[in-house]
């Protein structure tokens, strides 16, 4: 109570007696953040039928961690079950082992990931995000001001792009994909949906910079100490990015303040950086010692792909709207220890970003609305040039509005599209869980030929192997897309279509529904020679081939479901 009227008397607010500690405003905050973190899974789960797991845009990924918790739950350690190769489970994941276990246990797949992680993502990052702003900003509609920012701010020029149609089709298309992802990566709400892990990293990397602020503030205590470490280390194992940004913030902190104000460097916080090493030489050591991560090493570099990148008009266009007012914030002097992190943040961010090692930089600016909104709210009030007029409350709660309600209309969009396009398997239907089930009882070894679509079902629901699955973790992956599009298509001569499965060393061909009522019959008149038995489920269906000398010799170095 002595630290709420202290919050109380800091910010102008004279009535203690909140609920919970909070004020009206903050409640509708964490209202938000809650509604923001389930605005895709409650309505997928309200159609019906059956959640896959998958959520967001991109929902390949939250199937992929399915794939992972099952692993992991099964075996400890997590290894790649798309690629036909005889299983390497080098992966440790503390998250992904706790839901593994649960799952073992016998908690559905989806809800030992989603219903476990998600609301713990949700209260961190509101936590953070309050204890953040109380700790640095001063005044009550600026912490209001900078809450916001740091939970709900979204650029929205992606969805203008679309909106007005601006640029010819081709740009219209690579303007707004450009947009949209480096707008998505420091959208505080997008790991919430989907990607609790990262959510998780970033609360705890606020967390642990407000502990070392605290511990510059004369808490020497030994238990704060070691959770500090231990938090570095957990934050580094969840997301490389920032585990590496947090260690770069404590020595550019320490740095500083020893160049700037004299301060002893405080040594005790090597602590940090050996608790920070340990996953990342982990991860060092599997990408290069491990064939599967070091696929997903060259899918994941910088310019493996096309689709993704930030040319400098995208960084320029989507930072300067709150970028120009924490320019303004660097003015301060005097800094203490959390006044000189959350200016470092943004140096720290850009620091990782150009290093040349690991993969996917543009996972550095997670997180990156945390000190953006801290110091543009700063720069408005408190350290704003004699030009800069006042901000008013009639005009400042329009600006909050324009960069957050816009931008996450169109991301929820975009979501939903992704849902009625059936782009991914939100849904499993009644005839592809059968048949799944299928997979999955069977006792003989043997992977699974399917395309994309059916491979991110087929490992987390049967537990076998699927010849097809994440960019990141197929091998040759337009290789193989080439010729499972074109037999999946009828696209392939009868010959060249046995010949394909037969090389691919499949036992079983799995088709998706894909959200049609029956499966195409084709493959039986491409592949029929080969066909030891039909298994029909509804929408969807399962090919059991005939054995042959190389469907016997994946089947033995794969095994049957779960490796077994």
């Not at 959520?55 to 690629?83: C, F, K, M």
């Not at 499972?484 to 279509?497: D, E, K, Q, V, Y």
């Not at 038995?533 to 005939?546: P, Q």
């Amino acid at each position: 109570m002595s630290a709420l009227k202290a919050d109380s008397a800091a910010t102008g607010n004279s009535s203690p007696k909140r609920p919970f500690g909070l004020d009206w405003f903050e409640w509708i905050c964490l209202v938000g953040v809650f509604m923001a973190s389930f605005a895709i899974v409650v309505p997928l789960l309200f159609k019906g039928r059956t959640w896959s797991g998958g959520e967001s845009a991109v929902a390949l990924d939250q199937l992929q961690y399915l794939t992972w918790i099952r692993e992991a739950g099964n075996h400890g350690l997590i290894g790649n079950r798309w690629d036909f190769s005889p299983d390497s489970r080098v992966f440790l994941h503390p998250g992904f082992l706790i839901s593994g276990l649960l799952y073992r246990l016998g908690l559905p797949i989806q809800a030992a990931y989603a219903a476990l992680w998600k609301p713990v993502a949700a209260v961190l990052t509101f936590s953070a995000a309050l204890l953040w702003v109380r700790r640095l900003v001063e005044g009550v509609w600026a912490r209001r001001a900078a809450l916001f920012i740091a939970l709900f701010a979204v650029m929205p020029w992606s969805g203008l792009v679309k909106f007005f149609n601006i640029g010819d089709r081709r740009n219209n298309y690579i303007w707004g994909l450009k947009l949209d992802f480096m707008s998505g990566e420091i959208w505080t709400v997008q790991p919430l949906q989907g990607y609790a892990m990262t959510a998780i990293a970033i609360a705890l990397m606020v967390f642990v910079l407000l502990g070392l602020a605290r511990r510059s503030g004369g808490d020497k205590r030994t238990l704060l100490l070691g959770a500090l470490a231990l938090g570095s280390g957990v934050i580094t194992w969840l997301q490389p990015w920032q585990g590496a940004e947090v260690l770069a913030i404590v020595a550019s902190v320490e740095l500083f303040r020893r160049w700037r104000y004299g301060k002893k460097i405080d040594l005790g916080l090597a602590w940090l950086f050996v608790s920070g090493a340990v996953p990342a030489i982990y991860y060092a050591v599997i990408s290069k010692s491990d064939a599967a991560w070091r696929l997903a090493g060259e899918a994941n570099q910088a310019d493996a792909s096309p689709l993704w990148g930030w040319p400098w008009w995208v960084l320029l266009l989507t930072l300067v709207p709150l970028g120009l007012p924490a320019l303004f914030a660097l003015r301060a002097t005097n800094l203490d220890w959390g006044q000189a992190a959350v200016r470092f943040w943004p140096l720290a961010t850009l620091l990782v970003f150009l290093q040349p090692f690991g993969t996917f930089p543009y996972h550095s600016a997670q997180g990156l609305m945390f000190p953006v909104g801290v110091l543009a709210a700063q720069g408005m009030t408190r350290y704003r040039p004699g030009f800069v007029p006042k901000p008013k409350f009639w005009w400042v709660i329009p600006i909050l509005i324009f960069l957050s309600v816009p931008g996450t209309i169109h991301k929820m969009w975009s979501a939903f599209n992704q849902v009625n396009q059936v782009a991914y398997p939100y849904y499993i239907s009644p005839g592809e869980k059968r048949a799944l089930k299928f997979l999955e009882s069977d006792p003989q070894p043997g992977g699974v030929l399917t395309d994309e679509y059916g491979g991110l079902l087929v490992p987390a629901y049967s537990g076998r192997e699927a010849f097809m699955g994440p960019f990141s973790w197929t091998p040759d992956y337009f290789k193989r897309g080439l010729p499972i599009g074109a037999l999946f298509g009828n696209f392939m001569t009868p010959a060249s279509a046995q010949k394909f499965v037969d090389d691919s060393g499949a036992r079983f061909l799995f088709q998706a529904c894909h959200g049609k009522a029956q499966p195409p019959t084709s493959l039986v008149r491409q592949i029929g020679p080969l066909i030891a038995s039909t298994h029909d489920f509804g929408c969807a269906r399962v090919y059991v081939f005939k054995p042959s000398r190389r469907s016997d010799s994946v089947s033995k170095r794969l095994g049957g479901p779960d490796g077994g």
